[in-house]
């Protein structure tokens, strides 16, 4: 098992102590509740300070959380207005469909379920919400690596792991897929993931028309194809829902 960082411990020890109890705190503070040296505390401290996670007052010397603590934090409740403008649109694609709906963003190096709406039948189910699925073989990574590129980069970097012997790990061939996505604006994933599998995705983008997430179906190959084709009225579904909730994001019409 690979070691933790003790540095990195000690930072987000900080980080925690700041967050809580008094606004502002002094090194001497900081050093003793975390039982540090204080010329140990005052080098992270420093570090931090740097990077803007921390600020210290001019006139008391005392520090407190800084900025880009908050624009971190604001991009984790952007996914939560992505979740939020989604939800109605969603269960909408569920009931049309007829299959589970995912709602997908990046996260290192892979796709995160942010949200999930069960297939509308009586089977048993297992709510996904916190999982996480390949860049290269699904249709949601797909999406996100041909419009996102910081998604398009760590795709390239990762090891394309081959799932099932129809996933495409070859560089070329999966960057000629991404270039389908770009040109039709949907990519789909026909087991290249799970056997008899198959899944539809499109992006959805923010007022800024940039890509922040990916929306679309998963269900049986059988019932996703028809005459060994993605269903058409299918694909039009996933990229109306992507369409809407890009909408209430603000991106204006696609």
Known sequence: ?????????????????????????????IASSLGLAKG?????????????????????????????????GTTYLDVH??????LVWTDDLARSSGESVYLGVLHQQGVLIVHHVFRPDDSRQVLEIGAMQPLHSTALGKVLSAYDPVAHSEALEADRKAFTDRTVCDLEAFEHLLDITRAR??????????EGVASIAAPIHDRRRMPVGAVGIT????RVRRDGELRPELVAAVRDCARAVSRDLGAGRF
Do not use: K
Request: hydrophobic letters at 45%; proline letters at 0%; glycine letters at 10%.
């Open 1 to 29: 098992m690979a070691r933790n960082i003790q540095s990195l411990e000690r930072a987000a020890a900080m980080l925690r102590l700041l967050a809580g109890g008094e606004r502002r705190l002094g090194l001497s503070d």
């Open 40 to 72: 140990t505390a005052h080098g992270i401290l420093r570090t931090l300070q740097q990077e803007g996670f921390v600020e210290q007052d001019e006139a008391s010397g005392r520090y407190q959380l800084g900025a880009e603590l908050l624009r971190l």
């Open 81 to 86: 207005e992505l979740r939020a403008r989604a």
């Open 185 to 194: 604006g949907w990519a789909a994933d026909v087991e290249e993931t799970w």
């Open 219 to 222: 269900g049986a190959v059988e």
